[in-house]
């Protein structure tokens, strides 16, 4: 039977380093923490997250509900979908790609259910994070129909714990100028160690089963950064 | 079911623009030069692009073909002491052209020994040597052109921009004339007085030794 609840969600932004592939990670942590099976979607030609997924199963901080695929055409990616669509073989695809704008970003932003765009806190990361929410609005008059393309969600990312003025005026900012999350996205240690180890979920059950008791207490960081995922998550469905 | 997949009507070329491999031609409607390596010294009078490279002649020897800048060129090469370097030269515009001769030079072109082509062709290079396009419009001769049309030098031509745009404004605001049509009647007569030098030089080049002398 196909899965009518698939839900593919594309990372997608003009800027390299906005935090995509961070994302995508803690969002695919989310997801499967919260038990749904995931196919992640790496068209980004470094192959960074699938590297990743690679890593974490041979740690063993992957998942049975987490399954990978390079894809190096839109093409490709559609057929893919496809193919989970009708098997059932996933309830979330992410597709990481590339940060730039290119022809084919067109191709991925039709086949997604929702867009997600990191954006850091700055002038001209706000000012690039405008271009790609300009191009998709662009978008709705450049496609035979407009009603069936995806949502589009900005993230707010590498957010500083201690929120200086300057950034709450840029706050104030990306929220008159995009579709912003609610919730933002925290500077954390702990997600370069998810880059390192694998997933959320499986690194704070590592710490929890650590033999060293002064470890355990650092399960605590790698639970409050699953549960701002989760909370992302949360928002993207919800719209 | 599955969402529906909107069709892609049309790109935005502007969300994927990148950097261009090449430098990007004039949008005008001809080729602009705008900068190219030439060995130190360098002159910015026109340069014939040639069609094709006439064979020489058997006999009598033809006129010795002025070198173009590019055969110049090539003659002398830049020495260590004297290093190629890139420099900025007047902003150039590419013109197609047509150059024939005069119906009243046929019998001379034919008799002379030379493929009359090629004595065209050679009058043209002599002709824009040391020529530069002016600003002035001068109107086309009315002078009776031959109707041999194999004979005609079909070639390009490197214009300087600044008189082109300037003949342009006056003559030709709305761009409708083919730009051989406005610098046609600055560079004809030249080249039929050089076509008429040329047969000159072959005619005396024929003509034997000491001949008219007195043994």
């Not at chain 1, 049975?64 to 839109?74: D, F, G, K, M, Q």
């Not at chain 2, 990148?18 to 602009?32: A, I, K, Y």
């Not at chain 2, 010795?64 to 030269?89: C, D, F, V």
């Not at chain 2, 002035?136 to 194999?150: C, L």
């Amino acid at each position: 039977m196909p899965n009518d609840n698939l839900v593919v969600i594309a990372a997608m932004a003009r800027k390299g380093g906005s935090g995509k592939t961070t994302l995508s990670r803690a969002l695919i942590s989310a997801a499967v923490a919260a038990g749904r099976r995931v196919l992640l979607i790496d068209t980004d030609s470094t192959g960074v997250l699938g590297t990743w997924h690679k890593r974490a199963e041979a740690a063993g901080l992957g998942s049975p509900l987490l399954r990978s695929a390079t894809v190096e055409s839109v093409g490709g990616v559609d057929r893919r979908i496809e193919q989970v669509y009708a098997a059932d073989s996933a309830d979330f695809i992410f597709i990481d790609t590339a940060g730039v704008g290119a022809e084919w970003s067109d191709g991925i932003a039709v086949l997604a259910d929702h867009i997600v765009t990191p954006v850091m806190l700055s002038t001209s990361d706000l000012d690039v994070g405008a271009q790609t929410a300009e191009w998709f609005d662009k978008l709705r008059a450049r496609v035979d129909d407009p009603a069936s393309l995806p949502r589009h969600h900005v993230v707010l990312n590498m957010v500083d714990p201690k929120t200086t003025r300057a950034d709450a005026a840029l706050i104030e900012a990306a929220i008159a100028r995009f579709p912003v999350v609610e919730t933002v996205m925290m500077r954390r240690n702990v997600y370069k160690e998810m880059d390192e180890k694998g997933l959320l979920h499986a690194v704070a059950l590592q710490k929890q089963a650590d033999p060293n008791p002064l470890m355990r207490p650092h399960v605590r960081h790698v639970v409050e950064a699953l549960e701002e995922a989760t909370d992302i998550l949360n928002n993207i469905l919800a719209a | 079911m599955r969402k529906k997949i909107p069709t892609i009507t049309r790109p935005d070329p502007a969300y994927a623009a990148s950097l261009r491999p090449e430098v990007e031609e004039d949008p005008g409607r001809e080729e602009v030069q705008r900068a190219e390596a030439t060995p130190e010294p360098a002159s910015a009078q026109p340069v014939v692009v040639d069609d094709h490279i006439a064979p020489p002649p058997s006999t009598p020897p033809p006129p010795t073909p002025q070198p173009t800048q590019e055969t110049a060129g090539r003659a002398a090469p830049p020495t260590l002491a004297s290093p190629t370097r890139t420099r900025r030269i007047p902003a150039t515009r590419k013109i197609d052209i047509r150059v024939n001769a005069l119906e009243r030079q046929e019998e001379a072109l034919i008799d002379c020994g030379v493929d009359p082509a090629h004595v065209i062709r050679a009058a043209l290079r002599r002709a824009v040597k040391n020529w530069q396009l002016g600003p002035d419009f001068i109107a086309s001769s009315e002078e009776q052109r031959t109707r041999i049309t194999e004979w005609r030098a079909r070639t390009s031509l490197a214009v300087h921009a600044g008189a082109m745009n300037a003949l342009l404004r006056a003559h030709d605001p709305l761009d409708v004339l083919s730009k051989w049509t406005l610098i046609r009647g600055q560079l004809e007569p030249r080249v039929w007085a050089e076509i008429d030098a040329i047969l000159t030089e072959i005619a005396q080049r024929a003509a034997p030794p000491h001949a008219g002398e007195v043994s």
